[in-house]
């Protein structure tokens, strides 16, 4: 008589695939917010010291530099905590396009765009991040949008929507440099989302994300190279202090220790609740401009700043959302 083992009840099943489910991280936990708060008060500076890069150096030369530094920090980082560099063919191929949409397309975007308006009008335009990173993360991988989520996002919008309307009326720029501006920014989101969202692939969660990401912004910042080069011409070089501490800065606090806690932060909470960070960076960037750039708030301003924080509460406590 063959003896019959029991199998596993369909409660059971849905309770382990959802512990185990991509995204499904609760926002409280320390895994999760403070890595969250670490990224969020680095990246609210680093619009202030793009600033300061862009003038003698042009934007390519500027972004391949941050990134070559990048890279070596990385690898150094993963050597040190003794993670394999080698991540074969198809890693380098991931980590290839990775790097050209997050540490070419993206930045070389960020940082021109920030020619034409201000580096306040551009953090609270990759605010909507939010929007695409959900959309795709709902179309790649079915993370569920929940009620509550749609709610916040749809207040912390119109928040964010205030902030602009008080930085484009203030702002005395033409208006196609505006428009331009804004086009660059809106391109950029765009190669940002779908670098956010492959950290949720499956190949992604098999490889070293430190590995990855050293690979990614060495390629990504050889790229940049190449096509500054046949933009621009041969690398020029800022002698500054400022722009020497600025580099170093953006290369490791903005993007050594950011992007793999970052990157992390996808894989724990999903990419919606992740680009949340991308809500609280412009007001830190404004704050900031208030302090140094003698940034001007309005009543319009301190709404938009309120309703942005109000929304960004709700969708986070939809614990369900993507």
Known sequence: MSRRWPTPSRHCDRRVSQETAPGRAGFLEPAVFIPFAIVTLIWGSTWLVIRDQLGTVPPSWSVCYRFLVA????????????????????????????????????????????????????????????????????????????????????????????????????????????????????????????????????????????????????????????????????????????????????????????????FRLIQKIGPGRAAYSSVLIPIIAMLLSTLFEGYRWSLLAAVGAVLALVGMVIAMRARSAA
Request: some cysteine; aromatic content about 10%; proline content about 5%.
């Open 71 to 262: 890279a070596a920090g990385m690898f150094a980082l993963a050597a040190a905590r003794k993670t394999p560099i080698r991540i074969g063919g198809r890693g380098l191929l991931f980590a290839a396009i990775l790097g050209t949409l997050q540490f070419c397309g993206n930045f070389n975007l960020v940082y021109r765009a920030e020619q034409y308006v201000t580096s306040g009008v551009v953090a609270v335009i990759f605010a909507l991040l939010i929007v695409p990173n959900t959309l795709l993360g709902w179309i790649s991988f079915r993370h569920p949008v929940a009620r509550g989520f749609l709610i916040g996002s749809a207040i912390a919008i119109v928040g964010l929507g205030l902030l602009f309307l008080h930085e484009y009326h203030d702002a005395a720029v033409d208006p196609g440099h505006v428009v331009l501006g804004l086009g660059l920014t809106l391109t950029a989101l765009l190669c940002a989302s779908v670098a956010n969202v492959m950290q949720g692939t499956q190949i992604a969660r098999q490889l070293p994300m430190l590995s990855v990401l050293a690979w990614a912004m060495l390629i990504g910042a050889l790229v940049d190279g190449a096509f500054a080069w046949a933009t621009v011409g041969p690398p020029v070089i800022d002698p500054r202090p400022g722009y020497m501490a600025g580099t170093l800065y953006l290369a490791l606090a903005g993007s050594v220790v950011t992007f793999p806690l970052y």
